[in-house]
């Protein structure tokens, strides 16, 4: 059956640094991805997606790549900050319209 | 806007009992998802609806889980009964469009422990 899975479950970086999340998915049909941030208590919040036609889209000190080839997502965040600090998942959609498929996410914890 | 609305946030209740929790989506949205979160299985989607239907229930775990969209504004789900197994975060989502490939706007979730 389909999958979306996380290469990493946890990722330290230091504040500033370049942070890299990735994420594999198994359904080549999928059409549509997001990332998600989850802040602890909360609920997950939209950070940015992309759609198969693209390989490339950047947001706000994020940026989202997409291979297609491999099927491989990841999310960068540019000079991270403590605020940053979350639970990140990738999701998908397109053989199951409707539904999205989240991956297991990835901790990542910005040190001062 | 307010977000998507879920009540109770807290709620702790004895194998057996029965829970209703409660969810409020975005005014406008079209399509309401209920999630479930564990550590051991992620984000689970139970339901989602499409103006008020129910339109894929395929997640719902067993007959003791239920859900409801009587209007537009209003969603339940109901655990009957409830057994210590069932005790996750659950997550209602709305979107604004019939929920094709569109992002989800959460709430803030209920936390559900039974003991």
């Known amino acids: 059956g389909e999958s979306v899975g996380l290469h990493l479950p946890t990722l330290s970086v230091q504040e500033g640094d370049n942070s890299i999340i990735n994420c594999a998915y198994s359904?080549?049909?999928?059409?549509?991805f997001i990332w998600y941030k989850q802040e602890s208590g909360k609920g997950p919040q939209f950070i940015i997606d992309i759609r198969s036609n693209m390989d490339k889209r950047q947001g706000q000190r994020v940026t989202v790549l997409l291979n297609k080839t491999v099927k491989h997502l990841s999310l960068q965040i540019a000079a991270t900050q403590p605020g940053d600090s979350a639970v990140y998942f990738c999701a998908e959609l397109g053989t199951n319209a409707g539904k999205s498929t989240f991956g297991d996410g990835t901790t990542l914890t910005v040190k001062p | 806007d307010a977000g998507v609305i879920q009540s109770p946030r807290h709620e702790v209740t004895e194998m057996g009992q029965e829970v209703t929790l409660r969810c409020k989506p975005i005014s406008g949205h079209n399509s309401l998802f209920w999630y479930r979160q564990t550590m051991m299985r992620g984000l689970e989607l139970l339901i989602y609806f499409n103006n008020n239907v129910p339109i894929d229930d395929s997640g719902m775990p067993e007959d003791r889980f239920s859900a409801k969209m009587p209007n537009a504004s209003f969603s339940t789900l109901k655990i009957q009964p409830s057994e210590p197994r069932d005790s996750a975060v659950y997550f209602c989502?709305?979107?604004?469009?019939?929920?094709?490939?569109?992002?989800?706007?959460f709430g803030s979730g209920t936390q559900l422990s039974v003991l």
């Open positions: 989502a709305s979107s604004p469009g019939q929920g094709l490939f569109e992002k989800l706007f």
């Open positions: 359904n080549s049909a999928s059409d549509y």
